[in-house]
């Protein structure tokens, strides 16, 4: 019983640390967007440090799946190179460049849009559906 609560634990974990992540760097992009008009300089280390955890939780994610289902790769290539351009325009951001958290929080939605659906293939794919 231990060992199959311990063994689901990691998965769980880096799913958590994954979206809890996401959610820090879009939500701070998203309030420096429309409340504060710029991003303090405080948040770029809290940001730097999500996308790091982003980056580690989901490549474990990605290395710990055991199939893939079909469309799965594509919608998957597409979030990656979304998740890219955020990460780029965080680390590239300048003070004043609204349109640089406008590119954020657009393929920041973008990115949980296709993640809901890579979660409803994979998910179809575990029910034969």
């Not at 420096?32 to 939780?57: E, H, N, Q, R, W």
């Not at 994610?61 to 998740?83: C, D, M, T």
């Not at 680390?91 to 993640?115: M, N, P, Q």
């Amino acid at each position: 019983m231990y060992t199959r609560v311990m063994d689901a634990a990691l998965p769980v974990l880096m799913r958590w640390l994954h979206i809890v992540s996401a959610i820090v760097l879009l939500g701070g992009s998203f309030y420096a967007l429309v409340v504060s008009g710029d991003l303090a300089a405080k948040f770029k280390p809290v940001a730097y440090t999500a996308i790091g955890v982003i980056l580690v939780s989901g490549l474990y994610n990605f290395l710990s799946k055991s199939s893939f289902p079909p469309h799965y790769q594509a919608w998957f290539g597409v979030k990656i190179l979304l998740a890219l351009h955020v990460f780029a325009a965080m680390f590239l951001y300048k003070e004043g460049k609204r349109r640089s958290l406008i590119g954020i929080v657009i393929s920041g939605a973008l990115i949980v849009a296709i993640s809901a659906v890579l979660r409803s293939i994979t998910l179809a794919s575990l029910t034969g559906q």
